[in-house]
Protein backbone atom coordinates (compact mmCIF):
# COMPACT_ATOMS: atom_id res chain seq x y z
CA UNK A 1 0.00 0.00 0.00
CA UNK A 2 1.59 3.22 -1.27
CA UNK A 3 1.95 5.86 1.80
CA UNK A 4 1.61 9.85 1.91
CA UNK A 5 4.05 12.08 3.72
CA UNK A 6 4.73 15.22 3.83
CA UNK A 7 8.43 16.37 2.90
CA UNK A 8 8.36 20.05 2.57
CA UNK A 9 6.49 22.82 4.58
CA UNK A 10 7.11 26.64 3.88
CA UNK A 11 5.25 29.85 5.19
CA UNK A 12 4.93 33.43 5.77
CA UNK A 13 4.80 34.86 8.90
CA UNK A 14 1.03 35.57 10.24
CA UNK A 15 0.23 39.26 10.82
CA UNK A 16 -3.26 40.89 10.84
CA UNK A 17 -2.10 43.12 8.17
CA UNK A 18 0.30 42.83 5.74
CA UNK A 19 0.01 45.35 3.51
CA UNK A 20 3.48 45.65 1.44
CA UNK A 21 2.81 41.75 -0.05
CA UNK A 22 -0.05 41.04 -2.44
CA UNK A 23 -1.88 37.86 -2.10
CA UNK A 24 0.57 36.39 -5.17
CA UNK A 25 3.42 37.54 -3.33
CA UNK A 26 2.69 35.70 0.02
CA UNK A 27 2.18 32.84 -2.11
CA UNK A 28 5.42 32.91 -3.27
CA UNK A 29 6.98 33.27 -0.19
CA UNK A 30 5.66 30.25 1.11
CA UNK A 31 5.99 28.40 -1.89
CA UNK A 32 9.95 29.17 -2.42
CA UNK A 33 10.60 28.06 1.26
CA UNK A 34 8.55 24.69 0.87
CA UNK A 35 10.37 24.07 -1.85
CA UNK A 36 13.68 24.53 -0.49
CA UNK A 37 12.60 22.68 2.67
CA UNK A 38 11.81 19.36 0.46
CA UNK A 39 15.18 20.28 -1.55
CA UNK A 40 12.77 20.36 -5.25
CA UNK A 41 12.18 22.15 -8.00
CA UNK A 42 8.81 23.17 -8.62
CA UNK A 43 9.13 23.56 -12.46
CA UNK A 44 10.74 19.71 -12.47
CA UNK A 45 9.75 17.65 -9.94
CA UNK A 46 5.91 18.32 -8.74
CA UNK A 47 3.52 16.77 -10.81
CA UNK A 48 -0.01 18.83 -9.04
CA UNK A 49 -0.84 21.68 -7.75
CA UNK A 50 -3.61 22.04 -5.76
CA UNK A 51 -4.89 25.41 -4.03
CA UNK A 52 -7.56 26.39 -1.77
CA UNK A 53 -9.49 29.36 -1.74
CA UNK A 54 -12.71 31.45 -1.88
CA UNK A 55 -13.26 33.97 -4.45
CA UNK A 56 -14.84 36.20 -1.85
CA UNK A 57 -12.54 36.19 0.46
CA UNK A 58 -10.32 37.41 -2.59
CA UNK A 59 -12.31 40.03 -4.49
CA UNK A 60 -11.66 38.95 -7.61
CA UNK A 61 -14.31 36.25 -9.28
CA UNK A 62 -12.59 32.57 -10.82
CA UNK A 63 -9.96 32.49 -8.28
CA UNK A 64 -8.21 29.10 -9.42
CA UNK A 65 -7.08 31.12 -12.94
CA UNK A 66 -4.78 33.23 -10.60
CA UNK A 67 -3.01 30.26 -9.25
CA UNK A 68 -0.25 28.60 -11.12
CA UNK A 69 2.84 31.47 -11.95
CA UNK A 70 2.73 32.48 -7.89
CA UNK A 71 3.34 28.51 -7.28
CA UNK A 72 5.70 27.50 -10.07
CA UNK A 73 2.74 25.88 -12.01
CA UNK A 74 2.16 27.52 -14.96
CA UNK A 75 1.36 24.65 -17.64
CA UNK A 76 1.11 22.14 -15.24
CA UNK A 77 -1.57 20.19 -13.53
CA UNK A 78 -3.61 22.26 -10.98
CA UNK A 79 -7.00 23.23 -9.72
CA UNK A 80 -8.39 25.07 -6.62
CA UNK A 81 -10.72 23.59 -3.75
CA UNK A 82 -12.89 25.89 -3.21
CA UNK A 83 -12.71 25.51 0.75
CA UNK A 84 -10.40 24.65 3.65
CA UNK A 85 -7.07 23.76 2.95
CA UNK A 86 -7.18 20.36 4.74
CA UNK A 87 -9.83 19.47 1.92
CA UNK A 88 -7.02 20.43 -0.73
CA UNK A 89 -4.89 18.09 1.46
CA UNK A 90 -6.88 15.07 1.03
CA UNK A 91 -7.07 15.75 -2.34
CA UNK A 92 -3.23 15.74 -2.82
CA UNK A 93 -3.26 12.30 -0.45
CA UNK A 94 -5.82 10.83 -2.99
CA UNK A 95 -3.56 11.50 -6.05
CA UNK A 96 -0.74 10.24 -4.38
CA UNK A 97 -2.34 6.93 -2.57
CA UNK A 98 -4.25 6.35 -6.03
CA UNK A 99 -0.56 5.77 -7.70
CA UNK A 100 -1.85 8.88 -10.19
CA UNK A 101 0.89 11.02 -8.63
CA UNK A 102 4.05 10.83 -6.69
CA UNK A 103 4.99 14.34 -5.92
CA UNK A 104 2.20 17.06 -5.17
CA UNK A 105 1.60 20.73 -3.44
CA UNK A 106 -1.12 21.81 -2.07
CA UNK A 107 -1.64 26.16 -1.23
CA UNK A 108 -4.13 27.74 1.10
CA UNK A 109 -3.50 31.69 2.60
CA UNK A 110 -5.43 34.26 3.98
CA UNK A 111 -4.78 38.07 2.69
CA UNK A 112 -8.44 38.67 4.60
CA UNK A 113 -6.96 42.40 5.52
CA UNK A 114 -7.22 43.20 1.86
CA UNK A 115 -11.28 42.50 2.45
CA UNK A 116 -12.63 46.23 4.20
CA UNK A 117 -16.69 44.48 4.71
CA UNK A 118 -15.65 41.18 6.57
CA UNK A 119 -19.12 40.76 8.22
CA UNK A 120 -21.39 41.75 4.80
CA UNK A 121 -19.02 39.05 2.82
CA UNK A 122 -19.50 36.48 5.89
CA UNK A 123 -23.45 37.62 5.65
CA UNK A 124 -23.64 36.49 1.67
CA UNK A 125 -22.94 32.46 2.94
CA UNK A 126 -26.19 32.84 4.82
CA UNK A 127 -29.26 31.50 3.12
CA UNK A 128 -30.31 34.36 0.78
CA UNK A 129 -33.58 33.84 1.15
CA UNK A 130 -34.73 32.56 4.81
CA UNK A 131 -31.26 33.74 6.60
CA UNK A 132 -29.59 36.57 4.97
CA UNK A 133 -32.93 38.77 5.17
CA UNK A 134 -33.24 38.67 8.92
CA UNK A 135 -29.83 41.07 9.11
CA UNK A 136 -27.58 41.47 11.75
CA UNK A 137 -23.70 40.60 12.77
CA UNK A 138 -23.64 36.99 11.05
CA UNK A 139 -21.52 35.72 14.47
CA UNK A 140 -24.79 35.87 16.19
CA UNK A 141 -25.07 32.48 14.67
CA UNK A 142 -22.37 31.23 17.32
CA UNK A 143 -24.14 33.18 20.15
CA UNK A 144 -27.04 30.63 19.22
CA UNK A 145 -24.67 27.55 19.13
CA UNK A 146 -22.99 28.30 22.01
CA UNK A 147 -26.05 28.29 24.31
CA UNK A 148 -27.37 25.56 22.96
CA UNK A 149 -24.09 23.67 23.78
CA UNK A 150 -23.32 25.01 27.03
CA UNK A 151 -27.20 23.76 27.55
CA UNK A 152 -26.89 20.39 26.40
CA UNK A 153 -23.87 19.55 27.85
CA UNK A 154 -23.44 21.28 31.27
CA UNK A 155 -20.13 23.21 29.90
CA UNK A 156 -20.21 26.67 31.81
CA UNK A 157 -19.08 29.52 30.45
CA UNK A 158 -16.09 29.74 32.35
CA UNK A 159 -14.56 26.43 30.79
CA UNK A 160 -15.08 28.29 27.61
CA UNK A 161 -13.24 31.67 28.79
CA UNK A 162 -10.70 29.08 30.14
CA UNK A 163 -10.08 27.94 26.23
CA UNK A 164 -8.99 31.56 25.45
CA UNK A 165 -6.70 31.95 27.84
CA UNK A 166 -5.17 28.92 26.96
CA UNK A 167 -4.62 29.33 23.45
CA UNK A 168 -3.35 32.81 23.85
CA UNK A 169 -1.19 32.20 26.52
CA UNK A 170 0.13 28.88 24.13
CA UNK A 171 0.41 31.86 21.07
CA UNK A 172 2.76 33.61 23.48
CA UNK A 173 5.52 30.46 22.98
CA UNK A 174 4.79 30.80 19.22
CA UNK A 175 6.70 33.19 17.22
CA UNK A 176 4.00 32.74 14.27
CA UNK A 177 1.28 33.69 16.48
CA UNK A 178 0.03 37.47 16.56
CA UNK A 179 -2.18 37.11 19.07
CA UNK A 180 -0.49 35.92 22.46
CA UNK A 181 -1.45 37.60 25.54
CA UNK A 182 -1.02 36.17 29.28
CA UNK A 183 -4.86 37.06 30.43
CA UNK A 184 -6.49 35.96 33.22
CA UNK A 185 -10.19 34.33 32.96
CA UNK A 186 -11.63 37.13 34.53
CA UNK A 187 -10.45 38.96 31.52
CA UNK A 188 -12.65 37.01 29.31
CA UNK A 189 -15.25 36.75 31.13
CA UNK A 190 -15.47 40.84 31.84
CA UNK A 191 -14.95 41.27 28.06
CA UNK A 192 -17.86 42.25 26.14
CA UNK A 193 -21.07 40.10 25.67
CA UNK A 194 -21.54 40.80 21.89
CA UNK A 195 -23.61 37.65 21.19
CA UNK A 196 -24.36 36.11 24.36
CA UNK A 197 -22.90 34.26 25.99
CA UNK A 198 -20.52 34.65 23.48
CA UNK A 199 -17.55 37.38 24.56
CA UNK A 200 -15.52 39.57 22.88
CA UNK A 201 -12.40 37.88 24.12
CA UNK A 202 -13.88 34.00 22.61
CA UNK A 203 -13.70 35.25 19.33
CA UNK A 204 -10.58 34.86 16.93
CA UNK A 205 -9.17 37.98 15.29
CA UNK A 206 -8.29 37.60 11.74
CA UNK A 207 -5.32 37.10 10.37
CA UNK A 208 -3.51 36.96 6.90
CA UNK A 209 -0.71 34.57 5.96
CA UNK A 210 -0.10 31.45 3.51
CA UNK A 211 1.46 27.94 3.89
CA UNK A 212 2.29 25.77 1.30
CA UNK A 213 2.84 21.62 2.03
CA UNK A 214 4.49 19.40 -0.37
CA UNK A 215 4.10 15.43 -0.32
CA UNK A 216 5.14 12.54 -1.62
CA UNK A 217 5.07 9.22 -2.24
CA UNK A 218 6.85 7.35 1.39
CA UNK A 219 9.29 5.58 -0.27
CA UNK A 220 10.53 8.86 -2.18
CA UNK A 221 9.68 10.76 0.60
CA UNK A 222 12.62 8.66 2.36
CA UNK A 223 15.13 8.92 -0.28
CA UNK A 224 14.47 13.34 -0.42
CA UNK A 225 14.56 14.08 3.59
CA UNK A 226 14.74 12.45 6.57
CA UNK A 227 12.13 14.05 8.33
CA UNK A 228 9.26 12.92 6.65
CA UNK A 229 5.96 12.97 8.42
CA UNK A 230 3.48 10.40 7.24
CA UNK A 231 0.14 11.83 6.52
CA UNK A 232 -1.86 8.64 8.03
CA UNK A 233 -5.73 9.03 7.59
CA UNK A 234 -7.80 12.03 6.09
CA UNK A 235 -11.53 12.28 6.37
CA UNK A 236 -14.24 15.06 5.97
CA UNK A 237 -18.06 15.99 5.89
CA UNK A 238 -20.66 18.35 5.56
CA UNK A 239 -23.75 18.44 7.78
CA UNK A 240 -26.80 19.92 6.63
CA UNK A 241 -26.86 23.80 5.60
CA UNK A 242 -29.62 24.68 7.59
CA UNK A 243 -28.77 25.87 10.54
CA UNK A 244 -32.06 25.04 12.10
CA UNK A 245 -31.73 21.44 10.91
CA UNK A 246 -28.05 20.58 13.04
CA UNK A 247 -27.26 20.10 16.77
CA UNK A 248 -25.20 21.35 18.90
CA UNK A 249 -22.60 18.09 18.72
CA UNK A 250 -20.31 19.27 15.60
CA UNK A 251 -21.51 15.87 14.07
CA UNK A 252 -19.46 17.01 11.25
CA UNK A 253 -16.30 16.83 12.75
CA UNK A 254 -17.15 12.76 14.22
CA UNK A 255 -17.71 11.99 10.71
CA UNK A 256 -14.63 13.24 9.00
CA UNK A 257 -12.85 11.67 12.82
CA UNK A 258 -14.27 8.39 11.79
CA UNK A 259 -13.02 7.79 8.08
CA UNK A 260 -9.67 9.46 9.28
CA UNK A 261 -8.78 7.28 12.25
CA UNK A 262 -9.93 3.56 10.29
CA UNK A 263 -7.67 4.93 7.53
CA UNK A 264 -4.81 5.30 10.38
CA UNK A 265 -5.78 2.59 12.14
CA UNK A 266 -6.48 4.57 15.11
CA UNK A 267 -9.23 2.85 17.56
CA UNK A 268 -8.83 4.29 21.15
CA UNK A 269 -8.18 8.03 20.37
CA UNK A 270 -7.59 9.60 23.57
CA UNK A 271 -4.82 6.77 24.24
CA UNK A 272 -3.29 6.67 20.87
CA UNK A 273 -2.92 10.41 19.79
CA UNK A 274 -0.40 12.63 21.20
CA UNK A 275 -1.44 16.05 20.40
CA UNK A 276 -4.37 17.52 18.75
CA UNK A 277 -4.57 20.98 16.79
CA UNK A 278 -8.34 21.75 16.21
CA UNK A 279 -10.67 24.31 14.90
CA UNK A 280 -10.99 26.85 18.01
CA UNK A 281 -12.56 30.03 15.71
CA UNK A 282 -14.79 30.53 18.66
CA UNK A 283 -13.60 29.50 21.86
CA UNK A 284 -16.53 26.93 22.98
CA UNK A 285 -15.66 25.34 19.66
CA UNK A 286 -12.33 23.73 20.83
CA UNK A 287 -14.53 21.97 23.41
CA UNK A 288 -17.33 20.78 21.21
CA UNK A 289 -15.06 19.61 18.63
CA UNK A 290 -12.88 17.97 21.18
CA UNK A 291 -15.89 16.13 22.40
CA UNK A 292 -16.64 15.17 18.66
CA UNK A 293 -13.61 14.04 17.69
CA UNK A 294 -13.69 11.73 20.74
CA UNK A 295 -10.91 12.88 22.44
CA UNK A 296 -13.40 13.82 25.41
CA UNK A 297 -16.81 12.19 26.50
CA UNK A 298 -19.78 14.41 25.78
CA UNK A 299 -19.71 17.31 28.50
CA UNK A 300 -16.22 16.42 29.61
CA UNK A 301 -13.94 18.49 27.80
CA UNK A 302 -14.51 21.99 29.79
CA UNK A 303 -13.52 19.99 32.77
CA UNK A 304 -10.66 18.29 31.68
CA UNK A 305 -9.17 21.63 30.49
CA UNK A 306 -10.09 22.74 33.75
CA UNK A 307 -7.34 20.07 35.20
CA UNK A 308 -5.07 20.91 32.43
CA UNK A 309 -5.73 18.04 30.40
CA UNK A 310 -5.01 20.21 27.20
CA UNK A 311 -2.08 22.25 28.30
CA UNK A 312 1.14 21.72 27.34
CA UNK A 313 2.28 19.65 30.19
CA UNK A 314 -1.46 17.65 29.73
CA UNK A 315 -2.06 14.30 28.88
CA UNK A 316 -3.31 15.14 25.22
CA UNK A 317 -1.81 19.27 24.60
CA UNK A 318 -4.41 20.87 22.20
CA UNK A 319 -3.86 23.91 20.09
CA UNK A 320 0.33 24.22 21.52
CA UNK A 321 0.23 26.61 18.22
CA UNK A 322 -2.33 29.24 19.84
CA UNK A 323 -5.03 28.07 18.15
CA UNK A 324 -6.89 30.63 15.67
CA UNK A 325 -7.25 32.31 19.29
CA UNK A 326 -3.97 32.97 19.16
CA UNK A 327 -2.36 32.78 15.38
CA UNK A 328 -6.00 34.23 14.30
CA UNK A 329 -8.70 32.86 11.53
CA UNK A 330 -6.67 32.81 8.13
CA UNK A 331 -9.81 31.67 6.82
CA UNK A 332 -9.30 29.08 4.08
CA UNK A 333 -5.90 28.33 5.34
CA UNK A 334 -7.28 27.33 9.27
CA UNK A 335 -6.61 23.76 8.29
CA UNK A 336 -3.16 24.10 7.05
CA UNK A 337 -2.40 26.19 10.10
CA UNK A 338 -3.75 23.29 12.27
CA UNK A 339 -1.55 20.97 10.50
CA UNK A 340 1.56 22.93 10.10
CA UNK A 341 2.01 22.87 14.10
CA UNK A 342 1.43 18.99 13.72
CA UNK A 343 3.53 18.87 11.27
CA UNK A 344 6.70 21.14 13.58
CA UNK A 345 5.84 18.98 16.53
CA UNK A 346 6.74 15.81 14.94
CA UNK A 347 9.53 17.11 13.33
CA UNK A 348 10.78 18.03 16.70
CA UNK A 349 11.09 21.62 15.69
CA UNK A 350 8.82 23.65 17.78
CA UNK A 351 10.95 25.51 20.12
CA UNK A 352 9.81 26.92 23.22
CA UNK A 353 6.92 24.24 22.75
CA UNK A 354 8.10 21.45 21.77
CA UNK A 355 6.38 18.36 23.22
CA UNK A 356 9.27 15.72 24.31
CA UNK A 357 8.83 12.87 21.96
CA UNK A 358 5.44 13.17 19.87
CA UNK A 359 4.63 10.19 17.49
CA UNK A 360 0.67 10.87 16.05
CA UNK A 361 -1.17 14.43 16.11
CA UNK A 362 -4.80 15.23 14.90
CA UNK A 363 -5.14 18.19 13.11
CA UNK A 364 -9.21 19.35 12.77
CA UNK A 365 -10.90 22.06 10.45
CA UNK A 366 -14.05 23.57 10.28
CA UNK A 367 -15.22 25.82 7.55
CA UNK A 368 -16.62 28.46 9.93
CA UNK A 369 -19.87 29.88 9.59
CA UNK A 370 -22.51 29.46 9.20
CA UNK A 371 -22.23 25.87 7.92
CA UNK A 372 -21.70 22.74 9.39
CA UNK A 373 -18.65 20.89 7.63
CA UNK A 374 -14.94 20.03 8.45
CA UNK A 375 -11.90 17.88 8.28
CA UNK A 376 -9.44 15.77 10.12
CA UNK A 377 -6.29 14.92 9.60
CA UNK A 378 -3.75 11.89 11.44
CA UNK A 379 0.39 12.82 11.22
CA UNK A 380 2.32 9.81 12.35
CA UNK A 381 6.40 10.25 12.63
CA UNK A 382 8.36 8.06 10.82
CA UNK A 383 9.52 5.18 13.41
CA UNK B 1 12.62 39.13 -1.58
CA UNK B 2 13.84 42.54 -1.08
CA UNK B 3 10.64 44.26 0.76
CA UNK B 4 9.03 47.73 1.49
CA UNK B 5 10.13 48.95 4.77
CA UNK B 6 8.84 52.70 4.39
CA UNK B 7 5.22 52.67 5.04
CA UNK B 8 4.70 55.69 3.09
CA UNK B 9 5.86 53.72 -0.01
CA UNK B 10 2.96 50.96 0.13
CA UNK B 11 0.15 51.58 -2.18
CA UNK B 12 -3.11 50.18 -2.50
CA UNK B 13 -6.00 50.24 -5.19
CA UNK B 14 -9.26 50.54 -3.54
CA UNK B 15 -12.02 48.35 -5.63
CA UNK B 16 -15.71 47.34 -5.35
CA UNK B 17 -16.86 43.59 -6.03
CA UNK B 18 -20.60 44.19 -6.81
CA UNK B 19 -22.76 40.96 -5.77
CA UNK B 20 -25.95 42.58 -5.03
CA UNK B 21 -28.06 42.18 -8.06
CA UNK B 22 -29.42 38.86 -8.10
CA UNK B 23 -32.86 37.45 -8.65
CA UNK B 24 -33.02 33.97 -5.92
CA UNK B 25 -35.54 31.73 -7.22
CA UNK B 26 -37.67 30.53 -3.68
CA UNK B 27 -37.98 27.62 -5.78
CA UNK B 28 -41.23 24.91 -5.61
CA UNK B 29 -41.20 24.28 -1.71
CA UNK B 30 -40.54 28.39 -1.02
CA UNK B 31 -43.56 29.23 -3.15
CA UNK B 32 -45.79 27.09 -1.25
CA UNK B 33 -44.23 28.33 1.94
CA UNK B 34 -44.18 32.27 0.98
CA UNK B 35 -47.46 32.40 -0.64
CA UNK B 36 -49.22 30.40 2.32
CA UNK B 37 -47.68 33.22 5.16
CA UNK B 38 -48.51 36.03 2.56
CA UNK B 39 -52.19 34.82 1.88
CA UNK B 40 -52.93 32.95 4.95
CA UNK B 41 -50.59 33.78 7.48
CA UNK B 42 -49.68 30.31 8.33
CA UNK B 43 -46.68 28.84 8.23
CA UNK B 44 -46.25 25.25 6.37
CA UNK B 45 -43.69 22.79 6.70
CA UNK B 46 -42.76 19.82 4.54
CA UNK B 47 -43.27 16.00 6.27
CA UNK B 48 -41.16 13.16 5.30
CA UNK B 49 -43.87 10.57 6.89
CA UNK B 50 -41.39 7.73 6.74
CA UNK B 51 -38.95 9.49 8.53
CA UNK B 52 -41.27 11.36 10.48
CA UNK B 53 -39.90 14.56 10.48
CA UNK B 54 -41.20 17.80 9.09
CA UNK B 55 -38.97 20.43 7.37
CA UNK B 56 -39.57 24.07 8.10
CA UNK B 57 -38.78 26.12 6.04
CA UNK B 58 -40.03 23.28 3.62
CA UNK B 59 -38.22 21.65 0.81
CA UNK B 60 -38.60 19.08 -1.59
CA UNK B 61 -36.97 16.24 -0.89
CA UNK B 62 -36.01 14.78 2.49
CA UNK B 63 -31.81 15.16 3.77
CA UNK B 64 -32.42 11.28 5.54
CA UNK B 65 -33.87 9.01 3.07
CA UNK B 66 -33.66 11.89 -0.15
CA UNK B 67 -37.69 11.11 -0.87
CA UNK B 68 -39.42 13.65 -2.66
CA UNK B 69 -41.66 15.36 -0.27
CA UNK B 70 -45.05 16.66 -1.18
CA UNK B 71 -46.88 16.60 2.12
CA UNK B 72 -47.39 20.07 2.98
CA UNK B 73 -48.55 20.30 7.21
CA UNK B 74 -49.81 23.87 8.83
CA UNK B 75 -47.15 23.89 11.89
CA UNK B 76 -49.30 26.79 13.48
CA UNK B 77 -47.71 29.73 14.71
CA UNK B 78 -46.70 28.90 18.11
CA UNK B 79 -43.23 27.26 19.14
CA UNK B 80 -40.80 27.19 21.65
CA UNK B 81 -37.21 28.89 22.34
CA UNK B 82 -34.59 25.95 21.09
CA UNK B 83 -31.73 28.68 21.49
CA UNK B 84 -31.22 32.18 21.26
CA UNK B 85 -28.62 34.77 21.81
CA UNK B 86 -28.56 38.60 22.56
CA UNK B 87 -26.78 40.63 19.90
CA UNK B 88 -25.34 43.59 20.92
CA UNK B 89 -23.32 44.68 17.99
CA UNK B 90 -24.71 45.11 13.81
CA UNK B 91 -22.70 44.23 11.09
CA UNK B 92 -20.65 47.26 11.50
CA UNK B 93 -19.53 46.85 14.69
CA UNK B 94 -21.88 49.76 16.03
CA UNK B 95 -23.58 49.16 19.28
CA UNK B 96 -27.18 47.72 19.29
CA UNK B 97 -29.17 49.47 21.73
CA UNK B 98 -32.15 47.71 22.37
CA UNK B 99 -29.70 44.59 21.29
CA UNK B 100 -31.46 42.17 19.21
CA UNK B 101 -32.43 38.61 20.26
CA UNK B 102 -32.39 36.31 18.10
CA UNK B 103 -33.69 32.46 18.59
CA UNK B 104 -34.48 29.58 16.77
CA UNK B 105 -37.73 28.35 17.34
CA UNK B 106 -38.65 24.82 17.59
CA UNK B 107 -42.31 23.67 16.73
CA UNK B 108 -42.11 20.35 18.03
CA UNK B 109 -40.09 17.34 18.54
CA UNK B 110 -40.39 16.51 15.00
CA UNK B 111 -40.06 19.20 13.51
CA UNK B 112 -36.68 21.20 12.09
CA UNK B 113 -36.47 24.33 13.55
CA UNK B 114 -36.37 28.10 12.03
CA UNK B 115 -34.41 30.85 12.30
CA UNK B 116 -35.93 34.39 13.22
CA UNK B 117 -36.00 36.93 15.50
CA UNK B 118 -37.87 37.41 19.18
CA UNK B 119 -39.59 40.87 20.71
CA UNK B 120 -42.43 41.80 22.97
CA UNK B 121 -39.62 40.83 25.48
CA UNK B 122 -36.63 41.70 27.43
CA UNK B 123 -33.38 40.04 27.06
CA UNK B 124 -32.83 38.92 30.90
CA UNK B 125 -36.51 37.65 30.65
CA UNK B 126 -35.98 34.98 28.02
CA UNK B 127 -35.00 31.18 28.43
CA UNK B 128 -34.84 28.02 26.18
CA UNK B 129 -37.95 26.71 26.53
CA UNK B 130 -39.97 29.84 26.73
CA UNK B 131 -43.22 29.76 24.30
CA UNK B 132 -43.82 32.06 22.16
CA UNK B 133 -45.89 32.67 18.66
CA UNK B 134 -45.31 34.55 15.46
CA UNK B 135 -45.99 38.08 15.29
CA UNK B 136 -47.31 38.64 11.24
CA UNK B 137 -47.49 42.12 9.51
CA UNK B 138 -50.87 43.24 8.52
CA UNK B 139 -51.51 41.44 5.12
CA UNK B 140 -51.45 44.62 3.40
CA UNK B 141 -47.85 44.66 4.27
CA UNK B 142 -47.06 40.95 3.38
CA UNK B 143 -45.01 40.26 0.50
CA UNK B 144 -44.07 37.00 0.08
CA UNK B 145 -40.71 37.03 2.60
CA UNK B 146 -39.73 35.61 5.72
CA UNK B 147 -39.67 38.77 6.98
CA UNK B 148 -43.26 38.97 6.94
CA UNK B 149 -42.82 37.59 10.06
CA UNK B 150 -41.67 40.59 12.45
CA UNK B 151 -40.79 38.08 15.00
CA UNK B 152 -41.52 35.71 18.01
CA UNK B 153 -43.39 36.81 20.91
CA UNK B 154 -43.94 35.33 24.44
CA UNK B 155 -47.16 33.77 24.85
CA UNK B 156 -48.90 35.77 27.35
ZN1 LIG C 1 -37.20 10.95 4.91
Redesign the pocket.
Given at each position: MREVSIVGIGYTSFSPVTPDLSWKELMFEAATRAYADAGIDPRKDVQSFITCAEDYWEGFSIFDEFTPDQLGAALRLMHTVAGDGLLGLANAYMQIKTGLFDIVVVEAHSKISDLLTYEDVLMLAFDPIYEAPLGGHPHYLAGLEMREYLAWTGTTEEECAAVAVKNKWNALRNPLAPYGAAIAREDVLSSPYLFAPLKKLEIAPLVDGAIVLVLAEGELARRLTDKAVLLEGIGWSSESPWVGTRLPDARYARLAAELAYAQAGITNPIQEIDLAEVDDRFAYKELQHLEALGLARPGEAGQLLLEGAFDLDGQLPVNLSGGSLGMGDAVEAGGLQRALEIILQLRGEAGARQLPDPEVGLAMSWRGLPHGSGAVAIFRREA | MEKISKPTEIKHQLGHMEVDHYHYTVGLAGERFFTALREEGKLLGAR????G?TYIPPRIY??????E?DEYVDLGLEGEVRSFTIARIDRDGRPLDPPEIRALISFGEDTTDLLHLLGEVEPEEVYIGMEVEAVLKPKREREGKVTDIRYFRPIK
Open positions: - | CESCVCEECFAL
